[in-house]
């Protein structure tokens, strides 16, 4: 005891703690305030329409009419003009449907989960990640719809639906074919409507400032769709807990989505499909895509609407970590499942995965392994996340990737399964490839009206993360 | 001249306008409210709001969907069309969850904006402080208490003074 001096010696417990205060990102730089905010967004709806929207808009549509055209060919001719043949059954279809299916989870992911989880940099990024879901899940519902070719009993009582048809004959709800209809078609309607309910204050705010301007036509089509929004307290109190819950039931809306995507392959029994792995990795690939569309979308945006206050730095920083997260998660659950091949002794098993990696179709692998494996490693460097337009080209990376994927797991699969006398090679027909690449337009023809006549942004969900809006007149929590 | 709806005043920053909440509900008044661009953290309880009843639109929404796509697929299995597959149970709520725990999310989102719209009686696409000219900038920068002439408490003179004191700025009578 009398070793210790207490005279010299630091106390070894403090009196009192002081953490270091590390100042937080700022969320909008430049210490812009809120009327700043509501010109910067409104502008962008009110002002004369630049040439490059009319321009990009005309292409949209040019290329948006291949899809129109592919589909109706399809309709009159029959399913024959798209490249499926035996044993390949299942191929660009439910390729583009899982594809865009999966885009649209980034847009959840930002507006529910991180919702849920106090991540206020979504508030700038969370309109147009929405819209982007709304969007991707129509091109890819188109797919299910037009792949039976005689869409009237798709729609009608038929194939998707539960109505029993003119033969009394209802769907089978032990498939999860079934499940994935009523997944998908909830995840767009409830995308919809958690869309449509963030934007309510903001088109108060353009209803206001129309009939302010004396453009009352215009005021009167925003005012219709603001339901007479006024900003008061008491409506703002039951606004935010909706919104809260809309948030807590997304985030399992989300998960579920992919999961029971995943269902359509892990519970049929093909080798290289049939493996419990594929809802996390599904999940996880399908955020990771959407992500990456993301940036794709939102780097151009910001450059253009120069939107650099807005949607900072470390916004960027946030989506490139995210998507290094689930690119790595990714790129886990590629070499698990071979791991798996391998460990599990089947030998069907075991050839699929070899037979990916190394068959006919390893192109398609190693461009996917390249792209979702390789590409968001570079995330790692500060340098690389600070030169925006490595990132948008790094993100384009991430969405052919994320086609491949889809492709290599349904198209491997297939064209090499049990028996070698039905094996086959698939290539798909012209009329495919223009019907795939005509969504592109689809998707962003929709996105082009939706950044001409929609506030891009949540204009009360950006002014409520500024320092200014602390009521109690701090901004250091 | 029509009739008095209430008094309007402006504040210009949250805080400001936080105080000033406190006050008039300090001072009893109950048909009253603050109209902001933004929801103000906490200006619930500086207004004396109750906790909103969203949540039990919610639940009933919920319950209802996940009865209907387990009512749904059952009597679907059982009564309507029986149909093995496999030797499988014509009705399981295993295979039946799926498309069960879609509806449940379903329906609580209808019920949830369906129970916000009723409880916000919108749509409305007339009230009296939409007509008035400051409205304006309640949606865009600025932040205002609005104290209804219906209020028992209410007194033209007297509310004023007290919305004055409270630091209110450009204190002025809406019409109906």
């Given at each position: ?274 493996t419990t792995i594929f809802p996390p990795y599904f999940v996880a690939g399908a955020i ?190 | ?176």
């Open positions: 005891m009398s070793a210790h001096s207490t005279d010299h010696a630091a106390p070894a417990i403090l009196a009192e703690v002081k953490p270091v205060v590390i100042p937080r990102r700022e969320l909008v730089e430049h210490g812009r305030d809120f009327h700043w905010i509501t010109e910067k967004v409104c502008g962008i709806v009110e002002g004369p329409t630049p040439l490059w929207w009319w321009i990009c808009f005309s292409i949209a549509g040019i290329v948006a009419s291949f899809t129109v055209a592919g589909l109706t060919y399809l309709v009159s001719t029959g399913v024959g003009v798209w490249g499926h043949a035996n044993p390949v059954n299942w191929a660009w279809d439910i390729v583009n449907f899982v594809f865009w299916i999966g885009i649209g989870h980034a847009g959840t992911l930002i507006s529910a989960i991180l919702c849920l989880l106090r991540q206020k940099w979504r508030t700038s990024i969370n309109r147009a990640s929405e819209a982007m879901t709304i969007f991707a899940v129509v091109c890819a519902a188109i797919f299910p719809v037009f792949h039976v070719g005689r869409i009237w009993f798709a729609v009608m009582p038929g194939y998707l639906f539960p109505f029993p048809n003119s033969n009394a004959i209802w769907q089978n709800f032990r498939s999860p074919l079934e499940w994935d209809v009523f997944a998908v078609s909830t995840y767009g309607t409830v995308s919809v409507l958690f869309w449509y309910v963030g934007l309510i204050p903001d088109l108060g705010t353009l209803r206001d400032r129309f009939t302010a301007s004396g453009k009352l036509l215009k005021a009167r089509i925003y005012g219709f769709f603001a339901m007479g929004w006024r900003g008061s307290n008491r409506q703002w109190s039951n606004y935010e807990m909706a919104y809260l819950i809309l948030a807590g039931i997304a985030t399992p809306l989300v998960l579920s989505v992919h999961t029971i995507v995943s269902f359509d392959f892990a519970v049929s029994l093909i080798p290289g499909w049939h990771f895509s959407g992500f990456g569309m993301v940036m794709t979308l939102m780097l151009p945006l910001r450059g253009i609407y120069r939107l650099e206050d807005l949607i900072t730095q470390y916004h960027i920083d946030c989506m490139c970590k995210i998507t290094l997260a689930t690119g790595t998660m990714v790129g886990y659950a590629y070499s698990m499942e071979f791991f798996i091949a391998w460990y599990g002794a089947n030998p069907y098993e075991g050839f699929a995965f070899i037979n990916r990696a190394f068959g006919h179709y390893a192109w398609a692998y190693w461009i996917m392994i390249g792209c979702n494996v390789i590409t968001p490693q570079f995330f790692w460097f500060k340098a690389v996340r600070e030169n925006t337009t490595l990132v948008w080209v790094l993100s384009i990376f991430v969405n052919v990737g994320m086609w491949f994927e889809r492709f290599v797991i349904i198209v491997t699969s297939l064209a090499r399964d049990f028996l070698p006398s039905s094996w086959g090679y698939y290539s798909p027909s012209i009329v495919e490839i223009f019907t795939f690449f005509g969504t592109f337009g689809v998707f962003s023809f929709l996105f082009l009206l939706f950044i001409r006549f929609v506030p891009i942004m949540p204009m009360s969900e950006v002014k409520a993360v500024i320092p200014a809006a602390d009521p109690h007149g701090s901004s250091k929590h | 001249m029509n009739k008095t709806y209430g008094l309007i005043a402006a504040f210009d920053t949250t805080p400001d306008l936080y105080h000033a909440c406190e006050k008039v509900r300090d001072a009893g008044y109950s048909q009253w409210d603050a109209l902001t661009p933004f929801p103000v953290h906490g200006l619930d309880a500086a207004m004396g709001v109750r906790r909103s009843k969203v949540p039990r639109f919610s639940l009933a929404g919920g319950i209802t969907g996940f009865c209907t796509g387990m009512g749904f697929i059952a009597w679907l299995g059982l009564v309507e069309y029986p149909l093995v597959v496999g030797g499988k149970p014509a009705f399981s709520p295993m295979f039946a969850f799926p498309v069960s725990y879609e509806l449940t999310i379903l329906f609580t989102a209808f019920a949830t904006i369906g129970g916000m719209f009723f409880l916000n009686r919108l749509p409305m696409h007339y009230h009296p402080v939409l007509k008035a000219p400051q409205f304006v900038r309640a949606m865009d920068d600025r932040f205002y208490i609005v104290i209804e002439a219906n209020d028992p408490k209410f007194n033209a003179a007297e509310t004023r003074a007290l919305l004055a004191r409270a630091g209110g700025k450009d204190i002025a009578e809406l019409e109906e």
